[in-house]
């Protein structure tokens, strides 16, 4: 019986770890609009490592770079990376923050996309700002990390 026990348990972890670390991070999205660049995903890396990964091998795919086309001479760029949530809801489904509160969870609504369903909740995963010296800084977490 402890056996069994012991064979299950293992299994699990195996089965939740190979979902977690190996899971395939999903662009739902790209939004550019006057120099800042948001990108909804699911499923994104866990770690600060993989977030950095991840950003730099996909940077240069065509679904990123055709959006970021007013990059300046100097190669300045913000990307803001978003978490698609629950998915795209309406403004009016909502909830207040509380009952006496007349502010509203932060959104982040996107006029091209034509439907009502056109705002996700706000949880930013990773900030990066690409300056003048070609210095790439990646917040995170409230962590600053310059590459």
Not at 13 to 40: N, P
Not at 122 to 138: A, E, S
């Amino acid at each position: 019986m402890r056996k069994i026990i012991v064979i299950v348990t293992v299994l699990c972890i195996s089965v939740s770890a190979y979902l977690l670390l190996l899971r395939k991070t999903e662009i739902i999205f790209v939004h550019h609009v006057k120099g800042d660049t948001d990108i909804v995903v699911r499923n994104f890396p866990l770690t600060q490592v993989g977030k950095i990964i991840w950003w730099e091998t996909n940077k240069d795919s065509p679904l990123i770079r055709n959006k970021m086309s007013d990059v300046d001479e100097y190669g300045n760029y913000f990307v803001g990376i978003e978490d698609v949530g629950v998915g795209f809801i309406k403004v009016s489904e909502v909830s207040f923050t509380s009952w006496y509160s007349f502010s509203r969870n932060d959104l982040i609504c996107f006029d091209e996309i034509k439907s009502e369903n056109r705002c996700i909740e706000k949880n930013n995963l990773m900030t990066i700002h690409n300056g003048r010296d070609n210095k790439t800084v990646y917040y995170i977490d409230g962590n600053t990390i310059k590459k």
